[in-house]
DNA sequence: TTTTGTGAACTAGTTCACAGCT
DNA sequence: AGCTGTGAACTAGTTCACAAAA
């Protein structure tokens, strides 16, 4: 047996135990549900965890253990369906329904973000943007959608039934705008403002830097013009 | 003995041994970096780890190990002069020289990031834009980058002395763009477009993913909404 | 035979705890 | 006394390798 920890119950075959897999393997579930989209584009209906692991440049063994945390979903000596196998990741990771987002700063991210097309495939749909200048209340983006006032995060979130939140204001106004975003109950929050922001724990707040990302090249580029000449 | 490789040469004390330093840790100087900016503009001489993890919420054991990756800045008994560790921080991550940045793609996302403030702090420059389509060509963006051909990469590239490149074209062009980005000898690429990209080894290529950020959130919200009431 | 699912081994990353310097 | 720098202990994550299923 491998977990002596919890108490009496074997967690059953549909599992979703959840706490305990890594963010490190969610983010994986994410790229095998591309990679299968792409197989079934393709006409492939059936994948091996080798063969995935070969055209995408993954380790097999990692896919096989990260699918196991949420069940069976294989077949021995065949390998996985590729629409099976689909339709449970979206289910695992929650894509089996319509997710609304809202975007926080109207400004040149903000705008860009709430038409960027990635946003919109697998469920997501960014139903408002949101800013505190008075000029830009009302106007929508070039895609269509309509930039509220701030002030009434609450309200349309609740009537739009916006479950994602992403931060794209000034650092400077990002803790406070946070602090709104979490009054209005929403509980997932991608911030793309520089440092940190202090969030309550049953809220996940995830971060993109982009200054560290740049600073991260930077640090690869220097190291080069040290050492080879 | 786990390293039978590495000849005899014990590692001078400014070490700079780069290679083996991990990206996790590279990545946190560039946060110790932008708390030992707020340190000095609040008026702060000098810190040491424990106050500066406790402030910032890191650890402190992690931040002296960060650090001695690349030498001794800390004085014992007192910790790290902050104007002096800033110094060595920038110096190592390669920002106390100006790094110019090509964005490929004036797209919405394109026009964003050429704009936005955070990549314009610490030493970078953008200083172009690249798109393939003719109507684009010639203008600028709000800010004032110049928007050229993308045929032309190569030869502004080395005119303008640029270092990194930013790919923010749809996702289907995206493996040619890079192709044309490493022809130009470029070596350092942050890359905006979802999916897998393929580049040489000696190509530093960072991804930031925003639709496996997004499921991510998906995931953390469907087991919310699975297990408690 | 093929390929999964998984314990065991391994590797990487973090935190502890303390010797030694100031 | 106070704090760094660092080996040792610990924790997390990955890969191996094989028994069991189809």
Chains 1, 2 share one sequence.
Do not use: W
Not at 20 to 38: D, F, H, I, K, M
Not at 40 to 60: C, K, M, P, V, Y
Not at 194 to 215: I, M, R, W, Y
Request: charged share 25%.
């Amino acid at each position: 047996m491998k977990t002596p920890n919890k108490g009496p119950s074997k967690i059953p075959p549909g599992k979703q135990s959840a706490d305990q897999v890594s963010e490190l393997t969610t983010n994986r579930l994410s790229v095998y549900l591309r990679c299968l989209n792409a197989l079934e584009d393709a006409g492939i209906r059936t994948i091996s965890s080798q063969s995935l692991a070969e055209q995408f440049h993954l380790n097999a063994a990692q896919i096989r253990k990260d699918l196991a945390y949420f069940g069976e979903f294989g077949v021995r000596g065949v390998g996985y369906y590729v629409r099976d196998l689909k339709r449970h990741l979206r289910q695992i990771l929650g894509l089996d329904r319509k997710l609304r987002v809202a975007i926080m700063g109207a400004g040149n991210l903000g705008l860009a973000l709430a038409d960027y097309p990635g946003f919109r495939q697998e469920g997501f749909e960014i139903s408002a943007l949101f800013d505190n200048l008075r000029e830009k209340v009302g106007q929508q983006s070039r895609g269509g959608v309509e930039i509220y006032d701030i002030h009434d995060l609450k309200k349309v979130a609740r009537r739009e039934g916006i479950r994602i939140a992403v931060i794209a204001v000034p650092a400077p106004s990002a803790q406070h705008v946070l602090g709104l975003v979490v009054a209005a109950g929403i509980k997932a929050v991608l911030n793309f403002s520089p440092g940190t922001l202090q969030a309550p724990p049953d809220v996940k707040l995830k971060s993109v830097d982009l200054t560290v990302s740049l600073e991260s090249l930077s640090f690869f580029l220097a190291q080069g013009d040290g050492e080879e000449g």
